[in-house]
Nanobody
Framework: QVQLVESGGGLVQPGGSLRLSCAASGINFRIVAMGWYRQAPGKQRELVASVTRNGATNYADFVEDRFTISRDNAENTVYLQMSKLKPEDTAVYYC??????????WGQGTQVTVSS
């Protein structure tokens, strides 16, 4: 059974930085991509960034070069380095893992709150 464990969320002031981590275990399929989504109260879950096994990255427009996604294939771990955080970045951030048939698992979510 796929398990994704996230860490690194918290409270940060506007303009600050946070680094999220997500470690995957129980993988019995070929990983195509890993990614980060977020969901703010009253809003739908949205893609933040994703990275393929080969290192190709994709970012949402709202990222505006503030975030960097990276992964360690050997450790089945994905990271999201976030900088220049804004109050509108406040959300629960979820890690995802995808196989050839699409998203195969979600993390439990980690809260990111940007506030002064």
């Amino acid at each position: 059974q796929v398990q994704l464990v996230e860490s690194g969320g918290g409270l940060v002031q506007p303009g600050g930085s946070l680094r999220l981590s997500c470690a995957a275990s129980g993988i019995n399929f070929r990983i195509v991509a890993m990614g980060w989504y977020r969901q703010a109260p009253g809003k739908q879950r949205e893609l933040v960034a994703s990275v393929t096994r080969n290192g190709a990255t994709n970012y949402a427009d709202f990222v505006e070069d503030r975030f960097t996604i990276s992964r360690d294939n050997a450790e089945n771990t994905v990271y999201l380095q976030m900088s220049k955080l804004k109050p509108e970045d406040t959300a629960v951030y979820y890690c995802s893992i995808s196989g050839i048939y699409g998203i195969a698992g979600w993390g439990q979510g980690t809260q990111v709150t940007v506030s002064s």
